[in-house]
T-cell receptor, first 116, second 114 residues
């Protein structure tokens, strides 16, 4: 049981380039989330999904797109990277079913992205 | 507006001493509160949560947290700190609108000195 995994771990992009970050979870969770972490700002929600085929905007969605074609995968895309998108990106998942292990989110190891 | 405040950027504690990492929140209705820990170059790990019931919640690695409704606080505590507890700690509250969305504080860096 790997939990939540993210690829790649590190990436350097030039301004204007595009890339996709992949998140996969093997816990059969319905909900998945993408965050960015910046120093002194905690984690901010970019987009989230409440089930296969659904996506919704979070707090800071501009410049990002997402897709959830399969329940276990949640992709985050940057169409035209900007230096302001330099950050550490975390994926998480959670279980909506009431009971033990509900409500909290489980996080992947993160992707460190630098845009030059 | 919903928010979480962690008033201390850094907390310094000597090994063996008790530690407290502070968190206050602002939400409407009953709060669902969480603590996470992040070790260097790692993802966030869930420590404990308060949903309902006893105001003192016990979690992983000997940590506990006390929910205080009148003070809107959820401070993280440990009776005896270890050097290995040194990490970044995040408090979070469940956001309105469902789907287990969380609002995070800015984080508090805990440094435990030998």
């Amino acid at each position: 049981n790997a939990g939540v995994t993210q690829t790649p771990k590190f990436r350097v992009l030039k301004t204007g380039q595009s890339m996709t970050l992949l998140c996969a979870q093997d816990m059969n969770h319905e909900y998945m989330y993408w965050y960015r972490q910046d120093p002194g700002m905690g984690l901010r929600l970019i987009h989230y999904s409440v089930g296969e085929g659904t996506t919704a905007k979070g707090e800071v969605p501009d410049g990002y797109n997402v897709s959830r074609l399969k329940k276990q995968n949640f992709l985050l895309g940057l169409e035209s990277a900007a230096p302001s998108q330099t950050s550490v990106y975390f994926c998480a998942s959670s279980n909506p079913t009431p009971g033990q292990g509900s409500y909290e989110q489980y996080f992947g190891p993160g992707t460190r992205l630098t845009v030059t | 507006a919903q928010s979480v405040a962690q008033p201390e950027d850094q907390v310094n504690v000597a090994e063996g001493n008790p530690l407290t990492v502070k968190c206050t929140y602002s939400v409407s209705g009953n709060p669902y509160l969480f603590w996470y820990v992040q070790y260097p170059n790692r993802g966030l790990q869930f420590l404990l949560k308060y949903i309902t019931g006893d105001n003192l919640v016990k979690g992983s690695y000997g940590f506990e947290a006390e929910f205080n409704k009148s003070q809107t606080s959820f401070h993280l505590k440990k009776p005896s700190a270890l050097v290995s507890d040194s990490a970044l700690y995040f408090c979070a509250v469940r956001a309105s609108g469902g789907y287990n969305k969380l609002i995070f504080g800015a984080g508090t860096r805990l440094a435990v000195h030998p």
